[in-house]
């Protein structure tokens, strides 16, 4: 299995609160990516990290912000978090040449 | 735009059955790949195949089996003799390919599978 750990695992937060998700791996992999999880959507991407200090926006990428200072750790932030933050949060790391992708454990976050 | 269409929501079947989850995708790369993920009640994404554009041929692993078709726009999953531990939420996913690949995966709504003994 791919090194991917997230952190926390379960979160209860309340509205207009930040909130900051980790996602660590050991793989040294250049691709780090953040989804998340909600039923009748799949997943979305929010954003994703091409190497350290390089980031680009996903498809729902409104109201969280990322950043990458180390290869091993890419970090989510609500800046305020929203009931329509509530979501399953997953981490995923891409293989050096895009082969495909594997997910951590995932983040359960409920916003009240 | 890429989109991954699942119209099946949920399969219900008996043991032994053989089932097929269908995946429709569109895009206008003519380099791209295509993926499925299952994640079982335990919550885990786990990683079950990836093909590209270019090779259309099916694919076997053990019960499972995909059928690749670009004629339709189809990448179909089928489980032959499907088994209680099938039971799961089954993803399709689709990349974009060529030099400017990012990885970044579309995903399907979901088909979730229910294998009854």
């Known amino acids: 299995d791919a090194g991917i750990t997230q952190s926390p695992r379960h979160k209860v937060t309340e509205t207009g609160t930040p909130v900051t998700l980790r996602c660590h791996q050991t793989?040294?992999?250049?691709?780090m990516y953040w989804y998340r999880q909600d039923p009748g959507h799949g997943l979305r991407l929010i954003h994703y990290?091409?190497?350290?200090?390089?980031?680009d926006k996903g498809e729902v990428s409104d109201g969280y912000s990322v950043s990458r200072s180390k290869t091993e750790d890419f970090l989510l932030t609500l800046e305020s978090a929203t009931s329509s933050q509530t979501s399953v949060y997953f981490c995923?790391?891409?293989?050096?040449?895009?082969?495909?992708?594997?997910f951590g454990p995932g983040t359960r976050l409920l916003v009240l | 735009a890429q989109k991954v269409t699942q119209a099946q929501t949920e399969i219900s079947v008996v043991e032994k059955e053989d089932v097929t989850l269908d995946c429709v995708y569109e895009t206008r790369d003519t380099t791209y790949y295509l993926f499925w993920y299952k994640q079982p009640p335990s919550g885990e994404l786990v990683f079950l195949i990836r093909?590209?554009?270019?090779?259309?041929q099916n694919e076997i692993s053990g019960r499972y089996s995909w059928n690749f078709q670009k004629s339709t726009s189809s990448f179909n999953f089928t489980i032959t003799a499907s088994q209680v531990v099938d039971s799961a939420v089954y993803f399709c996913?689709?990349?974009?390919?060529?030099?400017?690949?990012?990885?970044?995966?579309?995903f399907g709504q979901g088909t979730t599978l229910q294998v009854k003994p």
């Open positions: 990290s091409y190497g350290v200090k390089d980031t």
């Open positions: 995923a790391i891409g293989t050096p040449l895009q082969e495909t992708q594997y």
């Open positions: 996913a689709l990349s974009e390919g060529g030099s400017s690949n990012t990885g970044k995966l579309i």
């Open positions: 093909r590209n554009s270019f090779d259309e």
């Open positions: 793989e040294n992999h250049r691709y």
